[in-house]
């Protein structure tokens, strides 16, 4: 127990290490489950062991340095996938452009009318009429070209859905992450500050 602050600088700095020469293994949620639990039983139990000595009084303060360089790091980490999250959700929202739509009618010639009922269908596979060059309407019939362009589209929205399935569930495994961590750390404090009161109690009670 004596060498808990050690062994946790140790660990920690093993981690930032790891984490910038390999940070495709250390961003796996299993290992950073791990060290997450670990941290939180450490840091707290090391912080209270150095705190309790007057010469090292001062050094405890790197421990709780540390508790807030891993909450910084979890907060880029939730901000992260939040912002990727609202991103592609902006994205798959969207729904057909008011001008593009406007272009069926007022643009200045009917082959761009055309074009522009063109690009509604490879974007959203909708088939909307367009206004001719003699000036009446009529629906476009789209090519093989055009299908094939709106499957590609298809295919790259469906792609956008899985991304945002998982940032959304690397969003919600941060935030878990982050109540463990400072969950645990407060708790585990809080039990050994009254711990090592009801020791110095108990001292005094047997002087006495």
Known sequence: MKKLPG?????????????????????????QFVLIVLFSVFLPVSFWQVARQEKKKYFSLIFLGILIVNIFLLGMIIRGNLIMQQQISVELNRGIEQKLAE??????????RRIAARLIYQQHGV?????????SYALYVPSKVDKKKFQENFFARNDLKLK???????????????MIHVGLFITLLVFLVLYDRGEKHN??????
């Open 164 to 178: 945002r399935g998982q940032f959304t569930a690397s969003l919600f495994t941060a935030l878990v992450f982050f």
């Open 103 to 112: 272009y069926l009618v007022t643009a200045a010639t009917g082959k761009q």
């Open 7 to 31: 062994i946790t600088l140790l660990i920690w700095g093993g981690f930032l290490l790891g984490l910038w020469l390999y940070p495709e293994m250390f961003q796996q949620d299993a290992i």
């Open 203 to 208: 001292d005094k009670g047997i002087q006495a």
């Open 127 to 135: 088939v909307l009429a367009f206004k001719n060059e003699s000036g």
